[in-house]
């Protein structure tokens, strides 16, 4: 595997295997390397000539109460990780290589971006398109893959390529989760035991949910009381963001049935935020 930490050099690989007539699949990644992203990487692996991987903890998405500064970080272990998996590249630049001094261009997907976690975390998705595009230019993939875990990131960045006519092709593979239903996130490393037990009450409450809409119940009103109740019961919840069940293409909430709806929710538990989503067929 090769590590490549200059953008130019990063372009200038990519061209030559470009010109050679290979296709590159690639998944961003913020690193601390799990089996969700994992998921990702395999099927890069398994549907391109050229596997590509990035592990950059990109500033530009983090407001400034976030957790930037302690978010997880594992070079080795995920360096390891990725030459087990046979990528061909990981592409791993430094913040001045991304962002020089006189940085002043940004990219930003309107109304989507405002929506659910854009309501709570403001020019969050200002800085994840920021540096998608930016990585899209420098890596250049055919394919570009990433976790339906980040549903509305999903979203958003295919609303980017469209918008921006990149030709790249988006894949959007499933949720990975641990064996109790919790959704595989860097940041469930900051749960502590008590919270990590409780933390599946976000996947409990999104299966009933699930369960309510197939069973037929079309009064989405009081399934979202439900979800409420059952998450504000579990006392190390320390805070809703939001919770609901959505429109899978405009993000709005839905007082009634469609083909297919998103029951979705972010939770606080301590200082801990969670997000998770299911698509459902009515
Ligand atoms: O999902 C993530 O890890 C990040 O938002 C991404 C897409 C790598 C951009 O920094």
Redesign the pocket.
Known sequence: MEIIRTPRIMRDTSKGHILRGKNIGFV???GSLHEG?LSLVRRARQENDIAVV?I???PV?FGPSEDFNRYPRDVEGDTEKLVKEDIDILFMPDITAMYTEDFSTYVEVEKISEKLCGVFRPGHFK??TT??AK?FNIVTPTRAY??QK?YQ?CVV?KKLVKDLDMDIYIVVCPTIREKDGLAMS?RNAYLDSTQRAASTVIYRCLTEASEMIKSGIIDFGHIKKVMHERISKEPVVSGIDYVGIYDPSTLDELSGIKDEVLPAAAIWIGNTRLIDNMLVKT
Do not use: A, E, R, Y
């Open positions: 961003p990644t913020m992203h990035s950059f903890v990109n998405q800085g994840v540096v998608v990585l990433f976790g980040d990131q960045i860097s």
